[in-house]
């Protein structure tokens, strides 16, 4: 059997990248010696969080060792001076590459990854992607996969808050170097090839992760959003605003707000404002999230940018129709059953709030669970074992 591994920085935490990887790690465990490599604490190790006791997955983590004084300081000034100047290089990108990701780091990981005589890495996220890209040379038996859960603008618009401008083309330098890079959506393929015609990733749709619950009935008058509670990335402070122009004019409906994160206080601070406690509830994280969509009568996503948006299927698969910020991922996966607004704009998502008040629901309700029925685990699963087979033939 071959052996997989995957490079995560976390697994045991709460997160959507989390959840698939593990989804995903499980199917394969069925077919391949499957090893997930943590930067996790392992007094954090719980593996029923994701169901990962289910299959026969083992563990091992890791951490970097600590870099001298000096040797940091220096490396620290290479890097500064790369990102300045902004040079675009293949070399200057190896340069940084090197000073960013100190040898003693690098060879640590490299000799963690070469114990494990994996046939196949995959380096789940971009700067573990590109990290594993740098120790290529380390590991000349594996074949290196690149797993990028951010969208394309998400890294590479110029109001990105991931990378600078500078480690835009570095990333795209070093992904070359992998045998594949795996993006999650035909959007973010096309934009990476024009941003570099020699760079051409292949495109993995993430699964439908949860066992769906019972369907929406429709009745509930309730909009529901779910998602970590991290610096804009959600746009649930967008959505707060938009609900609470819509409640001037509707007194009946409410907004189910489910997640965990930093950003709770401001949320709380938002419905607090504008006096909306009793329409407007913030919901903990919970593994039994099935029984939020069942009572919701519509989904809304209201992110500035999605890698894939996991949340949409998982929603029209309980029947819900679904409102979404009018970024590339969500039109290529919702198409004409989407219900878009402008990213950002609180006045066209609280008309879109109002419009979906009025929805021939069943209607939707039908051809939600049509396009969840897509990404159903058993056809990821094949293409991912298609590509596996492929590249370690």
Not at 237 to 265: P, Q, S, T, Y
Request: charged share 20%.
């Amino acid at each position: 059997m071959k052996r997989i591994c995957f490079l995560v920085d976390s697994i045991f935490s709460i997160g959507g990248v989390q959840r698939v990887t593990a989804v995903i790690a499980k199917e394969l465990a069925r077919d391949y010696i499957v090893t997930i490599v943590t930067r996790d604490d392992p007094q954090q190790k719980d593996t029923t969080l994701y169901g990962l006791q289910e299959a026969d997955i083992h563990f091992r983590f890791f951490t970097y060792p600590a870099i001298g004084k000096l040797k940091n300081v220096a490396c620290k000034l290479i890097s500064g001076i790369y990102q300045k100047l902004r040079i675009q290089s293949k070399w200057f990108s190896d340069l940084y590459a090197h000073s960013s990701f100190p040898s003693e780091q690098r060879h640590a990981l490299a000799l963690e990854l070469q114990q494990g005589h994996y046939d196949i890495i995959i380096g789940v996220h971009a700067p573990l992607a590109a990290r594993l890209a740098t120790i290529k040379n380390d590991l000349p038996h594996s074949v290196l996969i690149g797993w990028i859960h951010n969208s394309f603008e998400a890294l590479f618009d110029k109001s990105s808050l991931y990378i600078g401008e500078a480690r835009k083309r570095h990333y795209v330098y070093q992904f070359r170097k992998l045998h594949e890079t795996i993006v999650l959506c035909q959007h973010d393929v096309q934009s990476y090839n024009h941003y570099d015609e020699a760079f051409t990733p292949k495109y993995i749709y993430n699964p439908l992760t949860i066992q769906p619950g019972i369907a929406s009935n429709g009745q509930s008058k309730r909009f529901l959003a779910i998602g970590r509670f991290s610096h804009l990335h959600k746009g649930f402070d967008i959505l707060i605003e938009a609900f609470h122009l819509f409640a001037k004019k509707d007194k009946e409906w409410i907004l189910d707000i489910v997640g965990e994160g930093e950003e709770k206080k401001l949320y709380q601070t938002l419905i607090d404002k504008y006096d909306l406690g009793d329409r407007v509830l913030l919901h903990p994280f919970t593994n039994h999230v099935q029984t939020y969509y069942s009572q919701a009568q519509v989904y809304v996503l209201s992110s500035r940018w999605e890698g894939f948006g996991l949340v949409l299927v998982e929603a029209m698969s309980h029947g819900l129709p679904v409102i979404s910020s009018n970024i590339p991922t969500s039109h290529e996966l919702l198409g004409d059953f989407g219900i878009f607004f402008k990213n950002g704009d609180i006045i066209d998502l609280s008309s879109k709030l109002e419009e979906a008040t009025h929805l021939n629901w069943q209607e939707k309700s039908r051809q939600a669970i049509e396009i969840a029925h897509r990404f159903d685990l058993n056809n990821i699963i094949t293409q991912w074992k298609q590509l596996l087979n492929q590249l370690s033939a």
